[in-house]
């Protein structure tokens, strides 16, 4: 099933309950709370209540964004990452892998262990963890990101995916078929290279993209993600949008 939400960091000048109520507004059912503004890593108290706001607005918390890069953060600061998400109801912690591209080979190995000890922390709470697909990171290329699940080699690891705005149709493509196995959940916008558009004007690749998704036997969220000009009216254009996209 495909199913849709915002990512929270979108917009980081809006509260929890701004962001509550224009999710439901635009129609989507779910929300990715972003560690860096509107949950904060440790402040548990506030976690809890933003799920609870969350349940109250009859919409899920589909995962807890957070900025720990595998292999460069403190090793350590994950269990508040974890304890955090669990305050919040989340059911996927995302992390990055990283922060440096594909290309820096002399610290995949700190990356991959970092990442399997967040997966094993993440089992034993009772949640998924999922990487970020993401430039500057070892997922900065498909074949890199499956490269590393399977140095990872652990059952409890996910992988996200978004467009490469840099690359072309076919690449992205290749990359969403190559890791659709491992995919947890997806970023939407629409990008070329540095500049955005109405999700509507990137119609035709988003169909080929979702009729790639129908074909996975698991469950995605559909996540809405900086729209072209940061506006709450572009986002609910983008929304109905997306919306339609998965009607049709």
Known sequence: MLRTGVVSVTFRPLSPDQILSL????????VEWGSDVHVPVGDFDHAVRVGQMTCAAHLRTVSYGSYFKAGYSDPGSF???IT???????PNIRIWAGERGSEAEENRTAVADSIRACAN???DAGMTVSLEFHPGTLTDHYE???????????????LYWQPNQFKDEAYNLAALRAVLPYLSHVHVFAWEGAEKFPLAQHERIWRKYI???RGSPNDHAMLME???DGSQRQFRED???LLRFLEE
Do not use: P, W, Y
């Not at 955090?84 to 989340?90: D, I």
């Not at 890199?144 to 996910?158: G, I, K, Y």
């Open 226 to 228: 900086f729209v072209c």
């Open 144 to 158: 890199s990101a499956r490269r590393l699940v399977d140095e990872v080699a652990h059952d409890n690891l996910r």
């Open 23 to 30: 999710t439901s507004q635009a129609g989507l059912d779910g």
């Open 84 to 90: 955090t998400a669990k305050a919040l109801g989340a």
């Open 211 to 213: 009729d790639i998704l």
């Open 239 to 241: 929304a109905a949008a």
């Open 79 to 81: 269990a508040d990452v």
């Open 121 to 123: 922390a993440c089992a």
